[in-house]
């Protein structure tokens, strides 16, 4: 029969270099069977087993997280007893940072900051050498071809042109040629790869360690390996999930993350670590086939090409290039604002996932989330210890109350008069006409006096002449009341003595003091729409007692004389 059982976990210390949190306990934690299935290896070596469910936080800003627990006590269902484990298992769980991991596509590489270059010339010709053009001269691939869109564009002089220019005196034209030109795109310095941004995966490891004496179990746990059992079948974790899903992880679908270019063009093996010049920019801003002016990616075509070429602005075709972004975010981090492009300012813990590789992208999660883990451990091996006190009831007191129509309180002040923090249970036993009140449980250190108190709740209302006996220290006291029926507000007055027994016991259930105590009530009041003084119950002391048995032997001696002379 599986036995549900309390576990108590006490934090004995935690790892200073991480961020310190607190592990809660989701629910009461069950002494189980252990059952058997087909598959041998995803069975724990046990015939009882403690399941333990519990929540890990993330460290903050979804940082590392570090706990160090024992289990100290099991509260068995079936006895209800506390136990204290004679060997506790130490628990110990590391939560590494969560990440956001996203799949990467290559696209092309770009250049960071395409240029155009001018000559003037007087011989400007598409053909012409470097002995003329200079830098615009046609350029040749490694076997010697010619790049298609790489020959100069001549325009001619003047002061509205591209590069505005003075045409000379007819003389100079007339011996040396007309003035004019040469104007080229080439694309010097850095290169970047440009990458398709794809499906993300959320990531995070969870290691888990439970030391109980020599033994040290060990399990890892994550997303993607959410089952594991040790290699001595002692633990088996389960990761359930997270109890709120992430909102805050950024979707970067729509936008491209250039990274600067390590090697040879093409695609990479490597993204290399200068992180501080990745960026994102959105897709819109690209053209992958370099024929649109003023993106990301312009080619040879589209500045040869462009309408208007001489009449246009120098540098036309060729803004909004990944330096402008890049010079963009470093005026803004000058004045202390955020980049808008960059990666570094923007998200923490880049590419600083597990197991990184080389081709890899990844930010880390910053909101803080509860991961529900639930440990089985074997418990074959469990063994507890008892810690008793003797304790003692010092007193007991009930207050008279009207029956029925209000509940009276029992304060009962208690003490533990040994030398150990131990519990205890309380009970409150009454005689009939008191509906039956729950045991009370509480602990109690060395020497400390504490009060409870509990609620007390008569079944009758009802008054006639009573003989109500309460034993206390072992003297018998009858009380007789009677009831009042000569007005027309009719006061029902009952006192009934109850017998009452207040039992402490130690943490084993055995009785350790008990207590007597007697009290009273009063009826509840019947009125019958006539509003008079109040009734003042009559006194219950010793003398009120012995009035009353005197005024009995007086009205029976009385009828006994009277009997004997006659008069009735």
Known sequence: MALRSAITLIIIFI?????????????????????????????????????????????????????????????????????????????????????????????????????????KTRKCEPDAGANVVKICERLRDEEGHIIEYTQPICCPCGPQRRMPSSCGNFFDKLTKGKANTAHCVRFPGDWFHVFGIGRRTLGFSVRIQVKSGTKVSEVFVGPENRTVISDDKFLRVNLIGDFVGYTNIPSFEDFYLVVPRQGSPGQPQDLGRNISMWMLLERVRFTLDGIECNKIGVSYEAFN????????????????????????????????????????????????????????????????????????????????????????????????????????????????????????????????????????????????????????????????????????????????????????????????????EVVLKDSDYNEVDRAECQFATTATVLDNDTHGMPFQPPEASINSFFDSIESIWNKIWRSLTEFITGKT
């Open 15 to 119: 790892l200073s270099s991480f961020h310190v949190v607190g592990i809660q306990i989701i629910s009461k934690s069950k002494l189980e069977k252990c059952e058997k299935n087909s598959n041998s290896e995803d069975n724990l070596n046990c015939t009882t087993k403690i399941v333990l469910n519990m929540a890990v936080p993330s460290g903050s800003s979804g940082g590392e997280a570090s706990i160090v627990a024992e289990l100290v006590e099991v509260e068995e269902n079936s006895s209800r007893k506390m136990q204290t484990l004679r060997i506790p298992p130490v628990i110990t769980v590391n939560k590494t940072s969560a990440y956001a991991l996203y799949q990467l596509t290559y696209i092309r590489d770009v250049p960071y900051k395409p240029e155009e270059y001018y000559v």
């Open 305 to 500: 090409q462009q309408p208007n070429f001489c009449s246009s602005p120098f540098w036309t075709c060729l803004h909004n290039q990944l330096w402008n972004f890049r010079e963009a975010d470093l005026n803004r981090i000058s004045r202390n604002q955020v980049p808008l492009y960059g990666l570094e300012g923007r998200f923490e813990r880049i590419n600083q996932h597990p197991s990184a590789g080389s081709y890899s992208f990844s930010i880390g999660i910053t909101e803080v989330l509860s991961t529900n883990l639930v440990l089985e451990l074997s418990a074959n091996d469990v063994e507890y210890v008892y810690q008793r006190s003797p304790g003692k009831i010092i007193s007991v007191s009930v207050p008279t109350f009207e029956a029925l129509t209000q509940f009276g309180v029992a304060t009962i002040t208690t003490k533990n008069t040994g030398e150990v923090e131990a519990s205890y249970s309380l009970t409150f036993n009454c005689s009939k006409d008191i509906t039956l009140m729950e045991e009370q449980f509480l602990i109690m250190k060395p020497n400390e006096v504490t009060t409870q108190s509990c609620k007390i709740y008569p079944s009758t209302d009802q008054a006639s002449k009573y003989f109500c006996a309460g034993k206390v220290e072992a003297l018998d006291l009858y009380v007789i009341y009677s009831e009042d029926k000569e007005h027309i507000n009719i006061y029902c007055v009952l006192f009934l003595g109850f017998l009452d």
